[in-house]
């Protein structure tokens, strides 16, 4: 399994941006879908996004479409998610997943490894 490292998260006013980072390591990174998940206090987990294997598609769950967008760079073996326009939310604590195969998955249980995850704070 590789482990993966988030980074990025922080304290943001409504209308700003982030750009979350992800770490990967003990695996080659082209080998696996990646995806971003969020958990906020009270609530289940959700999914953001997900990219394939090459980075030439992504998904994003509706609320999040046209203001994140997800990314790769499997030579650095990290991917990206870029946050605009956040709401308060959006506050939540941001997570990074990979799925070894080539099948995007939009489900949590369909991801083999997580990163400790990385708090982001939208104030209104």
């Known amino acids: 399994q590789v482990q993966l490292v988030e980074s990025g998260g922080g304290l943001v006013q409504a209308g700003g941006s982030l750009r979350l980072s992800c770490a990967v390591s003990?695996?080659?990174?082209?080998?696996?879908?990646m995806g971003w998940f969020r958990q906020a206090p009270g609530k289940e987990r959700e999914f953001v996004a997900s990219?394939?294997?090459?980075?030439?598609?992504?998904n994003y769950a509706e609320s999040m479409k046209g203001r994140f967008t997800i990314s790769r760079d499997n030579a650095k073996n990290t991917v990206y998610l870029q946050m605009n326009s956040l709401k308060p939310e959006d506050t939540a604590l941001y997570y990074c997943?990979?799925?070894?195969?080539?099948?995007?998955?939009?489900?949590?249980?369909?991801?083999?490894?997580w990163g400790q995850g990385t708090q982001v704070t939208v104030s209104s």
């Open positions: 997943a990979s799925r070894f195969g080539s099948t995007p998955a939009a489900l949590g249980k369909m991801y083999d490894s």
């Open positions: 003990g695996g080659t990174l082209s080998w696996y879908i």
């Open positions: 990219i394939s294997r090459s980075g030439d598609s992504a």
